[in-house]
């Protein structure tokens, strides 16, 4: 996970700080799934197969997402901030799903979606001005993007779908360079 940040911060009362600040991350996440029919020889709950064991896998990536997120903080020190965030997420999600099994007409079976989804991030973090430019931050973020759902047929016609939640849990450090 890596990206860039921008915001801007507004002193409402000695200790207090408001803020807006937008992001956009670029991330390698990506889960797999996969499953092999472990009876493997005629006799199934799955389906029942004439050439091979039934395999099945499935791949989820989250290549890139941005958030513009609201910030409420608080000074308990001079160059010490605790704050709290959230506000709109948006981000890439892929999916992919292949069926295999040997003997059957309609082997292979693969579907895939890419979609751009729309969700929430909320967070905290604490944040510490090394000078007067320069601060360096901790922060966790949970973004939902919400569920992904896929309507298809299976391998015999009959309907089927496939569905996937996009959410993260999210740790990061960062370094910020004040302008003012």
């Known amino acids: 996970l890596g990206g860039v940040q921008a915001g801007y911060n507004w002193r409402l009362a000695p200790q207090w700080i408001w803020g807006i600040e937008g992001d956009i991350q670029i991330t390698g996440e990506k889960a797999s799934e996969t499953w092999t029919d472990p009876e493997g020889g005629n006799e199934s709950n799955f389906v029942p197969r004439f050439g091979g064991p039934a395999t099945l896998s499935s791949e989820w990536k989250f290549p890139c997402f941005g958030t513009l997120r609201l910030r409420a903080g608080y000074n308990p020190a001079e160059n010490w ?3 709290v965030t959230g506000g709109l997420a948006v981000g890439e ?14 082997s292979p079976y693969a579907l ?6 729309v969700g929430y991030a909320l ?5 510490y001005k090394i000078d007067r430019h320069w601060s360096v931050k901790a922060e966790y973020l949970y973004v939902d993007l919400g569920t992904r ?10 309907p089927f779908s496939v569905s996937y939640r996009v959410r993260d849990h999210i740790g990061r450090i960062g370094l910020n360079y004040f302008f003012n």
Request: proline share 3%; charged share 10%.
């Open 81 to 83: 901030l605790l704050y």
């Open 93 to 106: 999600s892929k999916y992919s799903f292949n069926f295999s099994q040997p003997g059957t007409i309609n």
């Open 112 to 117: 895939s979606q890419s979609s751009t989804n």
């Open 123 to 127: 967070g905290a973090g604490t944040e």
């Open 149 to 158: 759902t896929i309507n298809t047929t299976d391998i015999d016609g009959a």
